[in-house]
């Protein structure tokens, strides 16, 4: 059985200060359809749809713009701002990129080629540090800071490069409690806005930018979330994809000991843990003197000083020309570790068996991997590795490819690697720590490729699989979880979901699927004992960060690899 506590001597072996705002209590004031908020530096008018009972707050700014001297660095609080503004709009959107487009690796970051990107979506913007609040009726005329609702934090996903608060309607989620729940939608700094690293960076300014901005929003929530009906110590964070990887992140924050505690429940779908390398290990400063060099600062004294005098636009350029340049399906401005927020890698504080949180609820899809894999793939596994994780040596691919010899064609066996190495595998690590106060759940509604699943939690137009029934059982258990901290205590009594065992090592897990009829089908089943296999040993290569240390022995001793 696949253990971490088991493997942590080998794993050994491999190797904010408060805003200064105004208190929690404040007046609420206008009238029933367009109430306003007052947060001490700013007064924001919302507005209560009739028809759905809800009220919405878009585009309140939770820090100051992160431009100027403040690009790069940790968010700051925003400047008091007179009169009230209309919170009726979404906001803009932080700058956006897409993923690595090579059929190879480049031997080196350095082999930048220009291309013509002379139009940016006109609502991207630097100033992209706001979020969205959701609250079931209309705001009582002076809120308390306990006895609130339970709230939900989404954190949007999209690989660290993309994504925004528009694509989702937190409405949904306080629809889909039957207004039990408070919704917060926020953003934060993508791409080489919210994840350039290297030592430059660390000297003067924030590693994990983008990070940072995330806590930052989750402090305001816990000190203004009482204004809008939630209460501070009932905040579940969950997020999908990239937006999972956080929640990881934040679980591991602090080597799991972030204080005071800025929630109590974790949601993660699709878990994304790619490489993370340290800060200035050789790829993220590679990637820091790239930007330097393309945006003509290589000759400056302080080149991170220069390059916080670069236009935006030229910024976003580079950003988005680096982001091809990687391998097919991976990103290139990710989290790293930094030493004080994220300490080490994510996987020792996990082994360690130190998190942030009481409990957790995770669900994957059944087929990560397909959308992150060239469909004319014609690379053979040992290959595909070699190019995935080009820090291996020679011995190493061929340990890691023998896994996925016998698990179908070579296209088969590159999705294999991709969906179990960065999304599958990271949520068995999370359900060690959290053995026995999590749930573990797979969705499988064909095709059940990466990021399927969201639809059913944002289901306003409806799914694809428009069935009430499936709906229900599927979105409301991740409410019940919000609201209760456990999936069982249903406040729906049409959910046709059966009682739903926490998750031990080796044991239950929900499948969420159809049947060839088109009947739902929501029934336990047992985690296959071959991916727990696979995972032990994506699990040291993650620790010791792609094999720094030769592991195949180890593996011998402690029964994960058998060779037949």
Request: some cysteine; glycine content about 10%; hydrophobic content about 40%.
């Amino acid at each position: 059985m696949f253990s971490i506590r088991s493997l942590l001597p080998l794993v050994l072996s491999c190797l904010l200060v408060g805003y200064g705002w105004a208190t929690p209590v404040g007046t609420l004031a206008g009238n029933a359809s367009s109430p306003i908020v007052d947060l001490g530096y700013a007064q924001y008018q919302g507005t209560l749809d009739t028809s759905t009972n809800i009220t919405s707050f878009l585009s309140i700014r939770y820090a100051a713009p992160p431009i100027g001297e403040l690009r790069w660095q940790a968010p700051q609080p925003p400047l008091a701002t007179s009169g009230i503004q209309q919170a009726t709009e979404n906001p803009n959107m932080c700058y956006q990129t897409g993923f690595g487009e090579n059929t190879t690796a480049p031997v080196s970051i350095y082999g930048y080629n220009k291309r013509d990107t002379t139009s940016t979506t006109p609502i991207a913007s630097e100033d992209c540090l706001f979020l969205n609040v959701f609250t079931p009726g209309s705001l009582p005329t002076e809120a308390s800071a306990s006895g609130g609702l339970p709230v939900v934090v989404w954190i949007h996903g999209g690989g660290y490069v993309a994504g925004y608060a528009a694509e989702f309607d937190g409405a949904d989620l306080v629809m889909d409690s039957h207004s039990g729940v408070v919704a917060v939608i926020m953003q934060y700094r993508l791409g080489a806005f919210g994840f350039l690293s290297g030592d430059e960076v660390k000297a003067n300014g924030a590693l994990n930018a983008g990070l940072l901005d995330q806590t930052y929003a989750l402090e305001w929530v816990q000190k203004n979330i009482a204004l809008f009906g939630g209460d501070p110590a009932k905040v579940t964070i969950w997020g999908e994809s990239a937006g999972a990887g956080s929640v990881l992140q934040h679980i591991v924050a602090n080597e799991g000991n972030t204080q005071p505690p800025l929630f109590r429940g974790a949601i993660t779908s699709s878990t994304f843990l790619p490489s993370q390398y340290y800060y200035n290990d050789r790829v993220p400063q590679s990637l820091y003197e790239q930007v330097v060099s393309i945006s003509g600062c290589s000759s400056s004294n302080d080149s991170l000083a220069c390059l916080r005098t670069v236009d935006a636009n030229t910024i976003q350029t580079i950003n988005y020309d680096l982001a091809g340049t990687g391998f097919y399906g991976t990103y290139l401005f990710v989290p790293v570790v930094d030493g004080t927020f994220i300490v080490e890698r994510p996987s020792v504080t996990l082994a360690k068996g130190l998190a942030n949180g009481e409990m957790l609820l995770t669900v994957g899809n059944s087929h990560e991997g397909h959308n992150f894999v060239n469909l004319n793939e014609t690379l053979t596994i040992t290959d595909y590795v070699a190019q995935l994780y080009p820090d291996m040596t020679s011995l190493q691919v061929q340990e890691a490819a023998y896994l996925y010899n016998n698990t179908g064609d070579a296209l088969d066996q590159a999705i294999g690697v991709m969906g179990d190495s960065i999304f599958v595998c990271p949520t068995y690590y999370l359900l060690q720590t959290f053995a026995g106060r999590s749930w573990k759940g797979i969705f499988a509604i064909p095709p059940g490729y990466h990021g399927n699943d969201v639809a059913y939690y944002f289901n306003n137009p409806a799914p694809p699989y428009n069935n009430t029934q499936f709906i229900t059982a599927f979105s409301e258990s991740f409410l019940s979880f919000v609201m209760s901290l456990d999936v069982n205590t249903k406040f729906d009594p049409t959910n046709i979901t059966p009682y739903w065992d926490e998750y031990y090592i080796g044991e239950t897990e929900m499948l969420f699927n159809e049947t060839e009829a088109g009947v739902p089908l929501v029934v336990p089943v047992k985690t296959k004992p071959e991916l727990l296999e696979r995972c032990a040993y994506v699990f040291i290569a993650n620790i010791c960060f792609i094999f720094q240390v030769y592991a195949h022995d180890y593996f011998k001793d402690i029964g994960t690899l058998s060779r037949r």
